[in-house]
């Protein structure tokens, strides 16, 4: 079991008592409990964490424009590092997505998803070890669509340089920090050839600099193909927005979904933010039946950012010893224990493992 | 062909052919009238493709890759059934930069109606005013729809089985409208285009093949929650063609989503349409997961052309001339051909035949795990056709 992440550091608040403090978004729905189970495993590994709480609802600021309250964005400008749990998204709120909002305020530019197989959860895929580098910025996500005639819908695809290069450099600094071996540009320029061409020469043009990972280029087809019959074959993948996508999304349901799936994006300034990436689950929310797989391995992801690997370790082989162990499973893993009983069973473990 | 092209060419030929052979005027006058009759009731019936001689001719592409030597042996297989269709071989060269070759091309299927084709290789590197040769021949044509029936198949090992599901895929639009400029240096616009049109007929498409082939659901795949105007166009044309077939289930799907629950549990899928990119990626994950590119067929229908190739359009470069390809898909996606110029027993007989090999594990070529070659594997297919026996009565 490999590490997740290991950046470069840089300017991490320490505290006194040596504690790191770190902006908590508990989120909606199912959210605050898994918040919660992740505080609790936390406090009995006595990771030297300090959590701050904050809320993000979208405020409309000076100008009229929609932003995040601003002791949220204290708090995480201060603690550069966040962990945050699902948020919902209305529908016709006349604002946008908070997770669009939390994006642009800090200048997100990549999405990393580490996808590994799960020992002790089995899916029809073994030994998946790769991760997704998406641009989390431009791409077919631009937002930017006019009706041109009635009937008649244009939507733009923006890809840029400094993007391109930007999160070109990013994977292959993320490929070498984590002695990983290569790194594979997916796109589709057959068909969009300007796009994606800029793209590929930027990934090309920085892999000059990184000569000791190999570097590979793909068709975005290929990919799906050749990552549904043998996955073992790919390293790390890097790529816009869309492709990213649809590839995080497939790369999780490899390894069992998105209840187990740890995400981080990483943004300008140093700025990290870690989240699990299921959804709200309103139908479940405050019934203790939730999973906190993914934040908990979302905060293992942060753990390992921060440098602080030993701890890391600690909860991630406690967390996956109780899933391989099998007795207390939530309901989506295959059990019918409670969240509770779960988090109890985890937190066990780690004060046996001391 | 079309009602319209029919009448002509039967208009043309009757005085030809009305002394020396009257059964042949007969059977044009068959179709003539059942034509003309149909064009005052306004009816959607097709007349058969056409033959002269009782032959049919189609296109040929070969293509680059392993194209040539499947389409060889497409050409052998034939011959061997005696199936009445000649081949017509236009070769596209896919490194000249003039488009001659591909047009000459077009002009063949526009001839023929129908054609079979290897992928023509596009060289990603060259600049935007060079394009893609395959996507030129769905546009110029209006290949309006990519069909791709994905089945697990007895005897393919895969990590899921009884997975069925039908990929209707928009053939001419969406990402792939080629429309793309840089208006500042460093920064690239590429345009993605749906219209209500190509949506609606599309959909349309969907619906009437779901109820035609007895299917009963059908799940639009989509982006519409971040692409909400040209997606959100696209399904709702999907919905609105929806109220018209009751007996069929509609729901939507996002497309990640949708590529997470096809490696999860492909099962619940029946029948899928979407937009072009969508298109692409999940046509590929399905293709994967029933056993690889060498299994399935893909054909591209427009109104009046209709293309046959393999279901995920790979060149095949690294494995060219070995004699290691899968003719399946290929072979496969001729069956499919046959089917479309109403020469179904032919086609049943080589499909059981294909099908009786596949299932053979010694066999299977590289790409399915065995050591098999491409010859052994037509030759199988070939002992297979003639020990069932002619099971044709048609001419």
Not at chain 2, 87 to 115: H, K, L, P, T
Request: charged letters at 20%; hydrophobic letters at 35%.
């Amino acid at each position: 079991i490999n590490n997740f992440i290991s950046f470069h550091c840089e300017q991490i608040i320490i505290d006194n008592n040596n504690m790191q403090t770190v902006t908590l978004i508990p989120g909606d729905g199912i959210g605050p409990e898994i918040s919660s189970a992740v505080m609790k495993i936390f406090e009995t590994a006595k990771a030297p964490i300090r959590w701050e709480e904050r809320n993000v609802t979208a405020i409309k600021g000076p100008g009229g424009r929609w932003m995040i309250p601003p002791d949220a964005k204290e708090s995480m400008d201060k603690s550069k590092i966040g962990l945050k749990g699902p948020l919902k998204t209305p529908i016709a709120a006349g604002h946008p997505s908070m997770n669009l909002l939390l994006r642009k305020t800090f200048d997100l530019y990549a999405n990393v998803r580490p996808c590994i197989s799960i020992e002790g959860y089995k899916t029809p895929y073994t030994d998946v070890n790769l991760v997704t580098i998406r641009e989390n910025t431009e791409g077919e996500y631009s937002g930017i669509e006019h009706v041109i005639v009635d009937g008649v819908v244009q939507s733009i695809k923006l890809i840029t340089e400094d993007a391109s290069r930007r999160i070109a450099e990013y994977a292959f600094e993320y490929a070498r920090n984590n002695q990983r071996n290569s790194v594979t540009a997916v796109h589709k320029a057959n068909i969009m050839r300007m796009s994606d061409g800029l793209f590929l020469r930027k990934c090309r043009e920085v892999a000059e600099n990184y000569k000791d990972i190999k570097f590979t280029e793909m068709y975005l087809d290929t990919v799906c193909l050749n990552m549904v019959q043998d996955p073992t074959q790919f390293d790390v993948l890097v790529m816009p927005n869309l492709y990213g996508d649809i590839l995080s999304d497939l790369c999780a349901g490899l390894i069992g979904g998105l209840g187990v799936t740890p995400s981080g994006n990483i943004g300008a300034n140093g700025v990290a933010i870690f989240e699990s990436v299921h959804g709200t689950a309103p139908d479940i929310a405050g019934l203790d039946l939730a999973n906190p797989t993914a934040l908990l391995l979302s905060a293992v992801m942060m753990l390992r950012h921060m440098g602080l690997h030993d701890y890391g370790n600690k909860i991630q082989t406690a967390c996956f010893d109780t899933i391989r162990d099998k007795k207390v499973l939530t309901k989506d893993l295959g059990g019918n224990s409670k969240c509770s009983e779960f988090t109890a069973d985890i937190c066990r473990r780690i004060q046996d493992l001391d | 062909m079309t009602a319209r092209s029919v009448r002509s060419l039967s208009g043309a030929l009757k005085p030809l052919f009305s002394n020396r052979c009257p059964g042949i005027t007969s059977c044009f006058l068959q179709v003539y009238g059942a034509a003309s009759c149909n064009q005052r009731q306004k009816s959607t019936y097709t007349p058969p493709p056409a033959r002269y001689g009782g032959r049919h001719t189609v296109t040929l592409i070969p293509g680059d890759g392993i194209g040539p030597e499947l389409g060889n042996h497409v050409r052998e297989l034939f011959r061997f059934c005696c199936v009445p269709v000649d081949f017509e071989v236009v070769n596209v060269d896919s490194s000249v930069a003039s488009e001659d070759d591909i047009n000459n091309a077009i002009m063949a299927i526009r001839r023929n109606g129908v054609a079979l084709k290897g992928n023509i290789e596009t060289n990603h590197n060259l600049p935007p005013s060079y394009k893609s040769r395959n996507n030129l021949l769905r546009t110029t044509l209006d290949l309006y729809a990519n069909v791709m029936h994905c089945q697990s198949l007895p005897g393919v090992r895969t990590r899921h089985r009884n997975i069925d599901i039908m990929i209707i895929r928009e053939n001419t639009e969406g990402e792939y409208s080629s429309l793309e400029h840089e208006n500042v240096p460093g920064v690239v616009e590429c345009l993605k285009i749906i219209t209500k049109t190509k949506s609606l007929r599309i959909a349309d498409y969907a619906f009437r093949t779901a109820r035609a082939k007895g299917r009963r659901r059908v799940t639009a795949v989509h982006k519409a929650n971040i692409m909400k105007l040209g997606d959100g166009l696209f399904l709702e044309c999907c919905k609105e063609v929806a109220s018209g077939y009751p007996e069929i289930t509609f729901d939507s799907m996002i497309v990640d989503n949708t590529t997470m629950q096809l490696v999860s549990r492909p099962q619940q899928f029946d029948l899928m349409v979407m937009p072009n990119l969508y298109g692409n990626v999940v046509s590929n994950v399905c293709a994967g997961l029933v056993g690889g590119p060498g299994l399935v067929p893909g054909a591209n229908y427009g109104e009046d052309y209709a293309v046959f190739e393999t279901g995920t359009r790979n060149t095949g470069k690294s494995i060219a001339n070995r004699n290691t390809a899968n003719p399946t898909a290929m072979l496969l996606a001729s069956c499919l051909l046959l089917d479309h110029l109403k020469l179904h027993a032919y086609a049943s007989m080589i499909r059981r035949a294909i099908l009786s090999t596949v299932s053979e594990t010694r066999l299977h070529t590289a790409d399915l795990g065995g050591q098999g070659s491409t010859s052994e594997v037509v030759q199988s297919i070939m002992n297979a056709v003639q020990s069932t026996g002619p099971q044709t009565l048609s001419i």
